[in-house]
């Protein structure tokens, strides 16, 4: 994005940069080998829905209750695939970004950092 | 009594790039930028 976005130092929100890959904007093979037809609904929304049922449990589990999660599937460049974590305390995101950056996921390794977003509703790129 | 759920079998989590088992997400992270960063200074 050609914006300037403010890195904030605390946050509730874990960005996780691209994360999520759209079968529509390239092509995508599921952990079972299967690659997904971008025309079949059904396929795509159950390889989203697992997606997001792995990221949600997992960082609960680990990191801390999750008020909010949201999973970018629009096509634009700089928010492709954007996934914002919004947690109840601002430690646990700390916590969750910085051992975030060092795990893979889905074969690709994470790029998390914290968001001034805190509204997902108001949101939009400035 | 609290039930207890069997805990989640994964399929994505964790998972690295095949080939790139032996190396660290952050190791990867600074692989890549290498290679994005290389044709930038390509003299006109």
């Not at chain 1, 909010?68 to 700390?94: P, Q, W």
Request: proline share 7%; hydrophobic share 30%.
């Amino acid at each position: 994005c050609s914006k300037v976005h403010n890195k904030p130092t605390f946050s509730q929100t874990v960005l996780l940069k691209n994360l999520y890959v759209n079968p529509l904007s390239t092509t995508v093979r599921t952990p079972e080998g299967i690659v997904l037809d971008p025309n079949n609904e059904e396929q795509v929304q159950k390889h989203f829905d697992d997606i997001f049922e792995e990221l949600f449990i997992e960082m609960e589990a680990k990191y801390g209750e999750i008020e909010e999660m949201n999973i970018c599937d629009n096509l634009s460049e700089h928010l492709a695939g954007n996934t914002y974590v919004k947690f109840r305390y601002e430690e646990d995101s700390e916590k969750a970004c910085q051992d975030l950056n060092n795990r893979w996921f889905n074969q690709r390794p994470i790029y998390a950092e914290l968001s001034p977003v805190t509204d997902f509703h108001e949101a939009c790129c400035r | 009594e609290k039930e207890v759920k069997p805990k989640m079998k994964y399929k994505f989590w964790d998972v690295p790039p095949i080939g790139y088992e032996h190396i660290t997400p952050m190791q990867f992270k600074t692989m890549q930028g290498k290679v994005i960063k290389a044709p930038v200074h390509i003299p006109i």
